[in-house]
């Protein structure tokens, strides 16, 4: 992931997140979701590598999802209580997912689909060293 080099200006975090709320909302459309409300206090921002996003959807559910320099995924709000624990839950999804491309006979051996696989492992071990780190957690509301 890429790393900053000087702190971000509330300026530009608040157009970091804008933007990526935007992204968010048009990825979760393209999979048939459109977003009703934003649960703000639930919402995690870790400028400029990711964004974890709790949302309710028009049909009642609530989600996570997440964006940000890690591909844009979403899951059922009821797998993780926080935003840490989202991470901790994509993170896994992914090393699943890559193991499976890995494993496929097919995809095996398509050059395109290991890139991706080693790019999954390569954000998910990014997004578990996240959320080992305790101090950017300490904020963070638990229900």
């Not at 974890?52 to 996570?64: A, F, N, P, S």
């Not at 997440?66 to 935003?83: H, L, R």
């Not at 840490?84 to 491309?101: M, P, T």
Request: hydrophobic share 40%.
């Amino acid at each position: 992931m890429a790393e900053a080099t000087t702190p971000p200006n509330d300026a530009d975090v608040s157009a970091w997140v804008r933007e990526h709320f935007q992204k968010a909302n048009k990825y979760l459309a393209e999979q048939g979701i459109i977003v009703d409300r934003v649960l703000t206090k639930r919402c995690r921002y870790l400028v400029p590598l990711v964004a974890v996003w709790r949302l309710t959807t028009q049909d009642k559910k609530e989600i996570w999802t997440i964006n940000g320099d890690v591909p844009s995924d979403f899951v059922s709000a009821k797998v993780a209580e926080t935003a840490r624990d989202a991470l901790k839950h994509f993170a896994l999804q992914w090393q699943l997912r890559a193991e499976g491309i890995v494993q496929d006979p097919e995809a095996s051996k398509d050059p395109e689909q290991q890139r991706y696989a080693s790019f999954l492992v390569g954000r998910a071990e990014s997004l578990y060293e996240m959320t080992e780190q305790d101090d950017l957690w300490k904020d963070e509301p638990v229900s």
